[in-house]
T-cell receptor, first 110, second 113 residues
Framework: EDQVTQSPEALRLQEGESSSLNCSYT??????LFWYRQDPGKGPEFLFT???AGEEKEKERLKATLTKKESFLHITAPKPEDSATYLC???????????FGKGTRLHILP | DVKVTQSSRYLVKRTGEKVFLECVQD?????MFWYRQDPGLGLRLIYF???????EKGDIPEGYSVSREKKERFSLILESASTNQTSMYLC????????????FGAGSRLTVL
């Protein structure tokens, strides 16, 4: 069964304390892995797409990486405004449905 | 700025009422989606549409229907609302050639009493 699992469910960091969020997936033929950011009361906003193992994408303090089984979202020297829920998603093998992980709630303390 | 607009941010309805959630996108996207988001369950796909007049069931279509009469508009219908349909509903759209990148609306929070 196609599945996306994110860990941890929640993460609290001090401002400036770097860390990583994990997304593991089980679709056999990966056709892209997507990271989104969601602020409270809003819809998710697209951050990155990764297509092949070894690929990396960066945006400000965020860097996404991809292996054959998982992706990491690295957050370097985070600021309070980075606090949000980060969602990972992949298209399924069978069709073009996109399935999401349950997300990681990130809270950066000033 | 391209947008997906959901007509209602907050709705309160009573059990048994018929509920319409409207979604309009101005990006000429072919694909449109309805998700619901619940704490601990994440985003779950209700219905999606690849073209006008077309619809496909997602993972949790029971109790819902959809309508896509025009390319830019995708409506979610709850024929007889129930309390377990209290949720955040998110509409999204994407291009056929857009590598499945979704653009989401701000969401509609529905409470069924």
């Amino acid at each position: 069964e196609d599945q996306v699992t994110q860990s941890p469910e929640a993460l609290r960091l001090q401002e400036g304390e770097s860390s990583s969020l994990n997304c593991s997936y089980t679709v056999s033929g990966l056709r892209g892995l997507f990271w989104y950011r969601q602020d409270p009361g809003k819809g998710p906003e697209f951050l990155f797409t990764l297509y092949s193992a070894g690929e990396e994408k960066e945006k400000e303090r965020l860097k996404a990486t991809l292996t054959k089984k998982e992706s990491f979202l690295h957050i370097t020297a985070p600021k309070p405004e980075d606090s949000a829920t980060y969602l990972c998603a992949v298209p399924t093998d069978r069709d073009d449905k996109i399935i999401f992980g349950k997300g990681t709630r990130l809270h950066i303390l000033p | 700025d391209v947008k997906v607009t959901q007509s209602s941010r907050y709705l309160v309805k009573r059990t048994g009422e018929k509920v319409f959630l409207e979604c309009v996108q101005d990006m000429d996207h072919e694909n449109m989606f309805w998700y619901r988001q619940d704490p601990g369950l994440g985003l779950r796909l209700i219905y999606f549409s690849y073209d006008v007049k077309m619809k496909e069931k997602g993972d949790i279509p029971e109790g819902y229907s959809v309508s896509r009469e025009k390319k830019e508009r995708f409506s979610l219908i709850l024929e007889s609302a129930s309390t377990n349909q209290t949720s955040m509903y998110l509409c999204a759209s994407s291009r056929v050639e857009g590598a499945n990148v979704l653009t989401f609306g701000a969401g509609s929070r529905l409470t069924v009493l």
